[in-house]
C-alpha cells in the first residue's frame, strides 16, 4: 500500500492514509467516515490477508470503510468513477454485489500501479472542475 500511495503522490494525486495521516488523539471512525465523504476517489485495496480473515470471520475495518465508499455510490450519478478496487496478492472475488461490476487491477507491480494512477487523473479530467487537485481516499 505504501508503494501505491507513493505512485499516486508521484503522479500529483493527493492520499490520506489512515496509517500516515490519523494524529494521536483523533477519533478515527468519525474522522474516515468524513474523509471518505470528502474524497474525489475511493481506492479499496483487498489484500490476500483479508481474504484469510474474511475466511475465518474474523472483524476488519476495512469492511466498514467499503461499505460506506459503496453507500456512496447511492447518490452518485450512474456510471461516476469513484470506487476503485485494487488488489495485493492472491485475492478471491468479494461478496459485495456492488463490486461485481467494478474492473479490478492487480497493484503489486509498478505497471499496475501506474495503470490505477493514470485510472484516476483520467476519471479526475472527466469531471475536473477548476484547479482542485485530484484526492483519493486509501483503504
Request: hydrophobic share 40%; charged share 30%.
Amino acid at each position: 500500500v505504501n508503494d501505491l500511495r507513493d505512485v499516486l503522490q508521484r503522479r500529483g494525486i493527493t492520499v490520506w492514509q489512515d496509517k500516515q495521516n490519523l494524529r494521536v488523539g483523533q477519533y478515527w471512525d468519525n474522522l474516515i467516515a468524513r474523509i471518505i465523504g470528502d474524497a474525489d476517489f475511493f481506492v479499496f485495496v483487498q489484500t490476500d490477508r483479508m481474504d484469510e480473515r474474511d475466511r475465518k470471520h474474523l472483524k476488519g475495518v476495512y469492511n466498514r470503510e467499503l461499505k460506506r465508499a459503496i453507500k456512496l455510490l447511492e447518490d452518485l450519478p450512474g456510471f461516476t468513477e469513484f470506487l476503485f478496487h485494487v488488489t495485493v496478492g492472491e485475492c478471491g472475488p468479494r461478496p459485495e454485489p456492488e463490486l461485481e461490476s467494478v474492473h479490478r487491477i492487480a497493484v503489486d507491480s509498478e505497471a499496475g500501479r501506474e495503470q490505477l494512477a493514470q485510472a484516476i487523473l483520467d476519471a479526475y479530467q472527466e469531471v475536473a472542475v477548476g484547479s482542485r487537485s485530484a484526492a483519493a481516499a486509501a483503504g
